[in-house]
């Protein structure tokens, strides 16, 4: 873990794109800012873990009502079709 001592209104850079502002600190609160790309999402950890848990319980509970992808496409390969014959297109 990488400790930095920063004061109200300097500037952390994260890469070449994403920059962490110390807008301010009162007490023990920190607040942040911060600029970064749209394709970067930025969340509270705890708001992070929950989505993961979600994410987890969500592919679990996907997985137990019926048969996975993978069967269904392997019987639809099975499956033929006939192609249209040249009488069929006059």
Do not use: C
């Amino acid at each position: 873990m990488l400790v930095l001592r920063r004061k109200s209104g300097e500037t952390v850079m994260l890469g070449d794109s994403i920059e962490v502002h110390v807008l301010a600190v009162e007490g023990d609160t920190v607040k942040l800012g911060f600029v970064a790309p749209r394709s970067v999402q930025i969340l509270r950890k705890e708001v992070y873990e929950a989505l993961m848990q979600e994410n987890r319980q969500a592919g679990i509970e996907a997985a137990g009502t019926g048969k996975p992808v993978l069967d269904l496409l392997k019987t639809y390969r099975d499956v033929k079709v006939d192609a249209p014959s040249e009488e069929d297109s006059s």
